[in-house]
């Protein structure tokens, strides 16, 4: 049964995985920063690849 447990996991964090990635990749497409948790504080993961911490003067750039 313990087997059963692990390898279900195992597919769950898979899965997770591979959904972030793909949230990750069409933000980046859109030109839109991505948002998300670290040491209990918002991060912003911009467009350009950089994290900050606060999003001033952001403007969306025009994707079509």
Do not use: I, T
Request: charged letters at 35%; a positive charge.
């Amino acid at each position: 049964m313990n087997h059963k447990k692990s390898k279900m996991a195992a597919m769950a964090e898979k899965a997770l995985k591979e959904a972030v990635k793909m949230a990750l990749a069409d933000h980046m497409r859109k030109g839109v920063p991505a948002v998300f948790m670290r040491d209990g504080k918002m991060c912003y993961l911009m467009p350009d690849g950089k994290v900050v911490h606060k999003v001033k003067d952001w403007k969306p750039s025009v994707k079509k």
